[in-house]
């Protein structure tokens, strides 16, 4: 027996028993299923939507019966979009929530899936915007400054990769999800826990650690993956003389290569950290934000704070500093460039972790990283490429005008407020809010 | 395993829809990136552009089919000029950022719930294509097949062929004849050495943004192109991941190379089409095998291709930058 456990141990590889520890083998017909119904505005009843069709990706569609019941057998496991069609729905009966349509709806091995479409007669959510208030200025200004605070963690580590190398990473939202899903993954897993014969060993090792040590391990796993991506695939495209243009190919390369090897293996539902995932709100003043929040944005403020003091006063952090301004006469002064960029690497891609933690406690998803580039993107060019100081100060301001400006427009596009100040900034003050003026064509 | 039907498979995905498409998107591309050093990394941005500006056109206006390609070229110029004027002035990555950022953008922005009426949100639009079928010089009956040999084709999908075919060669010949013209080199030039074009008094900036747009016209009819042999807009058919695609099959092709979009986009869709009616007909020894080491199953098969294509993507551009029948000297991929 013993052997048999060492022998698959060796057999199953990191994404076979990683996969395989979250579902059980047992068959039989899977399904998805649901009830669809409405409280009637005047008797007060509720009544069964009959006759609406359901639809799900690549399966078929259904019609809900007398009680509104459907079910539809799908294949097998996996993640199917669940689409109603609302042209179906009874006179005057509409979804709660537009947006939820489709419905993601990730069937696990063992379990029928339920899916809730909640129906509501008359409008359904109207649009926020144009509803001014001091409680919700107060409101939006905190989440804005935590949006910003943890973009900030994300955005240096992109612009000093970007100083040090010339290079821009497209692929660094992905080392944000890296450091979500790691710090899930050692959670719930600990340190080895999906290696068959270890799994019995004690947290760390074989079961998983609170959070706050996981988080830690999901950082330390983030700067290991960017020493990794430096030492193995970029300072060899350095040495070879790979002209920037073509190692930022690469990174487009590297960017979908690691997204859609996270969705293999992690699927592709959104999950929660196993610790703090359902708090409540506390109440400050007009604002209301949860304890981990607090905490979080609290711990970000440490670490930005730390980043500063580290370039301003060690004398890395100043190496750094200066390869980032002149790359030629930083190395004749005897600093050893390559140590540097390895460093920054390291550095960078470990913030981004830590940024794609903090993110994580609201959400985990293996596309998280990529939906958010575009901020990080605006960010960084806000505060002009290059420049740490400028991502902070850039991040901050994204934050702050992407929450606040629903205020105004609806919350669904308010990325696209970040579009219109990068082009913007591009337009007016390329060299970004802190930069000098230079030519930079 | 049936060799038989996955080789039929393979050629025949070679000259079907797909291979079309995404050549035409990369001959945008190509004109882009392969002449003018370009890096424009939201090529599905442009498609959108065109498959949009027809759709719009024809269901909400209710203009002709003929207005509804023109406003898809408008379209397209518009969001080039959006794109471009800002970034074409400053280093190539700006470009790039903004690129990559736009095409998303415009996604979010065409399923945003207030563009119902408009855009048809996350729902899309559809009946919009009957008058492409119904055109009077189309020799095929919609409904009907046609076989030749060993392929069997729909009228539909035939007429969508022979029209996208004829187009794509007709572009491929005027790109070709385009680059060998004093606006097509004084491109190149600007792409090997702007300071140098620059020199000579030629306006860097206006040959770029007109590179730009015209690559983004011809992306924008690879995108109606697209969405009229569906027959259908669908918002989150223009993922990113359709122009990483599209890079991958002109790096592979060769940038700044003629046909090395058709070639490519052959080479791509030939290799994808083989490995995944390989992998699905996988007898049952090594298909669980394959299972039970990495889980791979008929759901992450496509998942599988979105990986090979990064890995395919992260080597040409560190090994073969130039493609693979390119040669070194004509595409240097040069800092600017």
Do not use: C
């Not at chain 2, 065109?50 to 909400?60: R, S």
């Not at chain 2, 690879?222 to 807009?233: E, F, N, R, Y």
């Not at chain 2, 080597?315 to 991929?333: D, K, N, V, W």
């Amino acid at each position: 027996m013993l052997l048999f456990a060492l022998l698959a141990a060796i057999a199953g590889t990191f994404v076979g028993s990683l996969a395989s520890a979250q579902t059980d083998d047992t068959t039989g017909e899977l399904a998805i299923f649901g009830q669809l119904g409405y409280e009637d505005p005047e008797s007060g009843e509720d009544v069964n939507a009959a006759g609406v069709t359901i639809e799900v990706d690549g399966v078929g569609s259904v019609v809900t019966d007398d009680l509104g019941e459907f079910r539809l057998v799908v294949p097998s496991a996996g993640d199917y979009a669940v689409t109603i069609d609302v042209e179906t729905l009874p006179e005057g009966v509409n979804l709660r929530n537009p947006d939820a349509n489709p419905l993601e709806a990730s069937v696990s091995e063992n379990r029928d899936r339920r899916v809730l479409f909640p129906l509501v007669f008359g409008e359904g959510v109207g649009s926020t915007a144009g509803d001014i208030s001091f409680r919700r200025v107060a409101q939006l200004t905190a989440e804005g400054l935590k949006q910003g605070l943890y973009l900030a963690m994300a955005a240096i580590g992109l612009t000093l990769i970007f100083g040090t190398t010339g290079l821009v990473n497209f692929a660094h939202a992905e080392l944000v999800t890296w450091g979500m899903l790691a710090t899930y993954f050692f959670n719930f897993y600990g340190l080895a826990g999906i290696i068959g014969f270890l799994a019995p060993l004690p947290p760390p090792f074989g079961g998983g650690v609170n959070l706050v040590f996981a988080a830690l391990l999901g950082m330390l796993s983030g700067a290991a993956l960017g020493w990794f991506l430096n030492r193995f695939i970029f300072r060899g495209a350095r040495r070879a003389g790979v002209s920037l243009i073509a190692q930022m190919v690469m990174t487009i390369g590297l960017s979908i290569l690691l997204r859609y090897l996270f969705v293999y293996v992690f699927r592709g539902g959104p999950r929660s950290f196993g610790d703090f995932s359902a708090q409540r709100a506390v109440s400050l003043g007009p604002i209301e934000l949860t304890p981990k929040d607090l905490v979080a944005m609290g711990l970000s403020v440490l670490i930005l704070v730390a980043v500063a003091s580290y370039l301003e006063m060690t004398r890395m952090g100043k190496a750094m500093r200066a390869v980032s301004d002149n790359r030629e006469l930083a190395e004749s002064t005897g600093i050893d460039v390559e140590r540097v960029i390895s460093l920054v690497w390291m550095s960078g891609a470990a913030l981004a972790a830590m940024s794609g933690v903090f993110f994580g406690l609201d959400q985990i998803k293996w596309d998280f990283g990529f939906r958010i580039l575009l901020l990080i993107f605006a960010s960084v060019t806000l505060g002009g490429l290059g420049r740490p100081y400028g991502a902070l100060l850039g991040a901050l301001v994204v934050g702050l005008t992407i929450n606040l400006s629903t205020l105004f427009i609806d919350a669904e596009v308010k990325n696209m407020i970040a579009l219109l100040m990068m082009a913007l900034i591009l337009m007016f003050r390329p060299q970004g809010i802190l930069g000098r003026a230079e030519r930079i064509g | 395993m049936d060799w038989g039907f996955i080789l039929e498979r393979t050629f025949s995905t070679m000259l079907g829809v797909e291979v079309m498409v995404f050549a035409m998107a990369a001959v945008g591309l190509n004109i882009q990136f392969g002449y003018a050093g370009l890096l424009n990394f939201g090529q599905v941005g442009f498609m959108a552009a065109g498959a949009y500006g027809l759709g719009v056109t024809i269901n909400y206006f209710q203009w002709s089919f003929a207005v509804g390609i023109l406003f898809g070229v408008v379209y397209s110029i518009v969001l080039a000029l959006i794109l471009g004027v800002p970034t074409l002035r400053l280093r190539a990555d700006y470009l790039a950022i903004v690129t990559i950022a736009a095409s998303e953008t415009i996604r979010l922005f065409v399923r945003w719930r207030q563009m119902k009426e408009i855009t048809g949100a996350s729902e899309g639009i559809g009946g919009f294509a009957d008058p492409f079928y119904d055109f009077a010089l189309n020799p095929f009956n919609p409904g009907q097949r046609y076989d030749f040999g060993p392929f069997s084709y729909l009228g539909r999908d035939l007429w969508v062929l022979t029209v996208g075919w004829i187009l794509l060669i007709v572009m491929v010949l005027l790109v070709k004849r385009l680059m060998s013209s004093p606006w097509g080199r004084a491109l190149k030039a600007i792409r090997e050495d702007e300071d140098a074009a620059r020199a000579l008094g030629k306006n860097a900036y206006m040959y770029k943004l007109q590179a730009l747009m015209l690559g983004g016209v011809i992306g924008g009819f690879a995108g109606m192109l697209q969405v009229v042999q569906k027959g259908s807009i669908q918002p989150d058919t223009f993922n990113p991941v359709i122009t990483f695609t599209i890079w991958a099959i002109l790096i592979l092709g060769g940038p700044g190379r003629t046909w090395s979009p058709i070639v490519g986009s052959m080479i791509y869709w030939a290799l994808i089409s083989f490995l995944e009616n390989v992998l699905r007909q996988l007898p049952d020894g090594p298909a669980g095998a394959l299972e039970d080491t990495i889980k791979l199953s008929d759901f992450n098969i496509s998942q599988l291709r979105f990986i090979l294509v990064g890995l395919g993507l992260l080597l040409l551009a560190r090994y073969r930058p130039q493609g693979i029948f390119g040669s070194r000297e004509e595409m240097a991929l040069n800092d600017r």
